[in-house]
């Protein structure tokens, strides 16, 4: 009996030394290959990591599915918007011609653009759709110069490893990693259904991540950040919703 | 399922042996985080399904378009018109969060289930309708026994009837992985690899309906397996469930 509880006391401590190296071995492959996310220490760390590792591995080579014209929405929703503010209220009146989105941190060439300067980049359009967290979805077809090619523009360095994006209501930013945001799809977009996006649905300027749920798609953007790090952005948590 | 540790040599031994495990340590240890997980999906997801109560069929939906049917509670967005004078308090944060903490480890402890399942035979032995219980005879017995409410038989103690097996394979083989799939198939980002998944159910909001459904069917199930442990004996199924031992009580009975 002791021979056999001993026997069991050997096996049960290789089979723990094998799992947590196992773990750990995980964790540093995990750490090179990148997924892990930024919000990996908090106490719903563990699901947001295997989340985010997964979605990793399996978008690499992926596309938002794309819809034929006639599933456009007819009632596409808005949703509620925060009044935007004195400064808002002032290019709006304007007719947003003194709109900039600034371009910074990891870049070699830090950069402010204009509308006009932004719709001079090759220009793509995508039939996509649009769903909230909350449950509620639309499809329209989206319009703007893609993230990959504003970013070739400025330049950014090889360590970037996120794009923090602002809106202009304040305390407002998100972020996405290199993955997303040199994804052909991810648009910095101006037009919405054949028409100057609408004030109410992000206008004049929405990052589109159709891959990602709506509040990922952050309305009335003025300013992009690349990062190698998140900790110095609000929380640390990559965005600046998490509650 | 599992034997006793020794041979028994005598009548009197065999009594002992008979307080024999009736549920092995992996079946309890994953129904008990599978417990957990169900709780903490449940009270996360009801969460995020009051941010809009309304239900819709095909890709789209938003409340500018007519919905399937809606629930008649109040909404945590003050967008959704629900009728009732008041705005419920926004908690979708950690809700989203805790919903997908839990899906994994319900999704992990569900594989490692299957895995021993079929390795220790509990699948065949304890899941899979035996032969003699499928006549029509057998079945109908086990029904009228059922809505006498009458306890069950030591055998039957011992393992499942007929009607759990069935109930049982269909919340692990059809209930879990629809609910698994659908709640997938709301994921922009699976949708993006897996395009199939969602338009089989015909399309995003069908997949969120489904999943709806198919969450009330489990919480169904959840009330009516509490309700019969309380009705077969409360304090020896739990045991039974905790310790892994049949007590006395059920033994005499």
Redesign the interface.
């Known amino acids: 009996m002791s021979r056999f509880s001993r026997r069991k006391l050997i096996a049960t401590s290789i089979a723990a030394t094998a799992g947590a190296s196992g773990l750990a071995a995980a964790a540093s492959l995990a750490r090179r290959y990148g997924l892990i996310p930024p919000d990996a220490g908090s106490i719903y760390g563990p699901g947001e990591t295997l989340t985010y590792a997964a979605q990793r591995i399996l978008t690499q080579h992926s596309l938002a599915r794309e819809f034929p014209r006639s599933e456009i929405s007819k009632t596409p929703f808005a949703n509620e918007v925060d009044p935007l503010g004195e400064t808002f209220r002032r290019l709006q009146e304007g007719a947003f011609t003194g709109w900039r989105l600034t371009v910074d941190g990891m870049v070699a060439r830090p950069v402010s653009f204009s509308l006009p300067e932004l719709k001079r980049f090759p220009r793509r359009s995508q039939i996509t759709h649009l769903a909230c967290e909350e449950g509620w979805s639309y499809i329209a077809e989206w319009a703007g110069a893609p993230l990959s090619h504003v970013l070739d523009a400025v330049g950014t360095l090889p360590q970037a490893r996120y794009v923090v994006y602002r809106s202009i209501q304040s305390d407002w930013w998100e972020s996405i990693d290199m993955a997303d945001a040199l994804h052909p799809q991810t648009l910095v977009t101006y037009a919405m259904n054949g028409d100057e996006l609408p004030v109410e649905f992000g206008g004049p300027l929405r990052l589109r991540v159709p891959r990602q749920l709506g509040y990922k798609s952050v309305k009335y953007i003025t300013r992009l950040t690349i990062t190698d790090s998140l900790k110095q952005f609000g929380k640390g948590l990559g965005s600046a919703s998490p509650e | 399922m599992s034997s006793p540790a020794w041979v028994a040599s005598s009548a009197s031994e065999i009594r002992v042996a008979a307080v024999r495990v009736r549920h092995s340590a992996v079946v309890r240890i994953t129904h008990w985080i599978t417990t957990l997980c169900f709780l903490a999906l449940l009270v996360s997801g009801i969460e995020?399904?009051i941010?809009?109560p309304?239900f819709y069929w095909g890709?789209?939906?938003?409340?500018?378009?007519a919905p399937l049917f809606k629930l008649p509670i109040p909404a945590s967005?003050?967008?959704v018109p629900t009728g009732y004078g008041f705005v419920l308090r926004d908690?979708?944060?950690?809700s989203?969060?805790?919903h997908?903490?839990?899906?994994?480890?319900a999704v992990l402890t569900g594989l490692l289930y299957m895995i021993c399942s079929l390795f220790t035979g509990h699948l065949r032995n304890n899941l899979l309708p035996a032969g003699a219980d499928l006549s029509w005879r057998a079945l109908s017995a086990v029904v009228v026994n059922h809505l006498r409410f009458r306890r069950p038989s030591e055998a039957e103690a011992r393992s499942y009837n007929v009607l759990q097996r069935f109930t049982y394979l269909l919340v692990i083989f059809v209930l879990f992985p629809l609910v698994i799939w659908t709640g997938l198939a709301?994921s922009?980002?699976?949708?993006?690899?897996f395009?199939a998944a969602?338009t089989v159910l015909g399309g995003?909001?069908s997949a969120?309906t489904i999943h709806f459904f198919v969450s009330v069917l489990l919480l169904l199930f959840f009330l009516v397996h509490v309700a019969m442990i309380c009705l077969a004996g409360f304090r020896t199924r739990m045991r039974a469930m905790i310790t892994g031992r049949i007590g006395k009580e059920m033994e005499q009975s």
Do not use: D
């Open positions: 995020i399904l941010s809009h309304r890709e789209t939906g938003n409340i500018l378009t967005r003050a967008t908690q979708n944060g950690w989203r969060y805790l997908f903490q839990a899906a994994w480890a709301m922009p980002a699976i949708a993006s690899v395009p969602v995003q909001q969120r």
